[in-house]
Each structure stands twice: as structure tokens, then as C-alpha cells.
T-cell receptor
Framework: NAGVTQTPKFRILKIGQSMTLQCTQD?????MYWYRQDPGMGLKLIYY???????DKGEVPNGYNVSRSTTEDFPLRLELAAPSQTSVYFC??????????????FGPGTRLTVL | KNQVEQSPQSLIILEGKNCTLQ??????????LRWYKQDTGRGPVSLTI?????NTKSNGRYTATLDADTKQSSLHITASQLSDSASYIC???????????FGTGTQLKVEL
């Protein structure tokens, strides 16, 4: 199993450009998440999904959109890139287990710079 | 507001030595507490997960403790190795386990 994969690994965008960060998991997990990690800060949840066709906002959703058409894929869309969106983006997935453990497995991250 | 605070912010130790990282949290309702290891340029990897009824949990040379009364946790690393150099992140979950509050991490460097 590849686990959680993310593409691209690095990207530089100009202000106002748009792009889609790809995330795929092969563990048949129902839950998927997008986080951003800024220097010196804890990870912040952007959006999450509890299953195909269901998405919900996290703590910092402004400027982003998501879709979940399949169990495997959970792309994150930036429509009008801004310098404040310069960050490292992590996708994660989990399978709901008893006791609420639902351990989250993270992808390797996408480092995005907006200039 | 849910918060997770970690100390120290950074730590340098010699290979073979032990160290303890601290985590204090104010998260409600509490579901479980996790410690993650994040190597530079990689995603976080889970080390331990503990519910309020678990006081101690080990994963090889990593031992996590939890005091749910004082809302404190620690991660003890025994006989450190160069490969232990990483950021260690304390994460507390609430609301059934899906809502996570992340600490800012302790940056550990192990030197020869």
C-alpha cells in the first residue's frame, strides 16, 4: 500500500493564480482531511470529509474549496492564490474505529509558495 | 478555546541520552491524546494514542504518559539515536476523535 500520496511536492504560484492539490489514499478510509502547517504553528484543519459526497469546513476554510467524488481522492482547490496561503499542506485519512481512536495517516505534504 | 502547549520549544541532546518532552492541554471534551513524530520535509507519523483511562503507553524507546486530572502528558525517549532528530507534536482530540488540536511541537536534535 502506498498510503496517502500528494502531488505536487512543491509549487510556486503567482498572486491570483489557481491550482489544485491532489490527494489519494489506498487504505479505503472513509475520513479524509486537509491541513496547513505554517512555520512555528500547529497544523490547522482546512476541510474534511467523512465519506464520498460529504465535505465540511474546518478551522481555516477561507480561500479553499474541496470535493470528494470517490473514497480515494480528496483534492483541494485554491481559486485566487494569495501570499497568506504560502504554507505546507498535508492531506490525511483515517478509518473510524471503536473508541474514537481513528488514527490519522498523513501524506508527505505539498510546499506551496505564493509570490 | 482549545489549546495545546508544548515545552521545550527545542532541545539538543547527545546520542544515547534520555529526554522528556512536555505537553499541557486545555481541550474539552477530551477524547484522546496523541504524540506524532515529524521528520523534516515529511508528514507526521503517529507514535502513541491514549484515552483518559490510559496512564502510560510505550512504542519501542518512546513512552508516553497521561495525567487526565492535571491535563498533562509527557513523551520520554530512551537511549536516543540520531534518527530521533525530528519535531514531536502533541495532539489532543475531542468531539468523538475527529477534531484535533495540534501543539506547535518540540524540535529535538540528537548529536554525536
Amino acid at each position: 500500500n502506498a498510503g496517502v500520496t500528494q502531488t505536487p511536492k512543491f509549487r510556486i504560484l503567482k498572486i491570483g493564480q489557481s491550482m489544485t492539490l491532489q490527494c489519494t489514499q489506498d487504505m479505503n478510509h472513509n475520513y479524509m482531511y486537509w491541513y496547513r502547517q505554517d512555520p512555528g504553528m500547529g497544523l490547522k484543519l482546512i476541510y474534511y470529509s467523512v465519506g464520498a459526497g460529504i465535505t465540511d469546513k474546518g478551522e481555516v476554510p477561507n480561500g479553499y474549496n474541496v470535493s470528494r467524488s470517490t473514497t480515494e481522492d480528496f483534492p483541494l482547490r485554491l481559486e485566487l492564490a494569495a501570499p497568506s496561503q504560502t504554507s505546507v499542506y498535508f492531506c490525511a485519512s483515517s478509518h473510524r474505529t471503536s473508541g474514537g481512536y481513528n488514527e490519522q495517516f498523513f501524506g508527505p505534504g505539498t510546499r506551496l509558495t505564493v509570490l | 478555546k482549545n489549546q495545546v502547549e508544548q515545552s521545550p520549544q527545542s532541545l539538543i541532546i547527545l546520542e544515547g541520552k534520555n529526554c522528556t518532552l512536555q505537553c499541557n492541554y486545555t481541550v474539552s471534551p477530551f477524547s484522546n491524546l496523541r504524540w506524532y513524530k515529524q521528520d523534516t520535509g515529511r508528514g507526521p507519523v503517529s507514535l502513541t494514542i491514549m484515552t483518559f483511562s490510559e496512564n502510560t503507553k510505550s512504542n519501542g524507546r518512546y513512552t508516553a504518559t497521561l495525567d487526565a486530572d492535571t491535563k498533562q502528558s509527557s513523551l520520554h525517549i530512551t537511549a536516543s539515536q540520531l534518527s530521533d532528530s525530528a519535531s514531536y507534536i502533541c495532539v489532543v482530540s475531542s468531539g468523538g476523535g475527529n477534531k484535533l488540536t495540534f501543539g506547535t511541537g518540540t524540535q529535538l536534535k540528537v548529536e554525536l
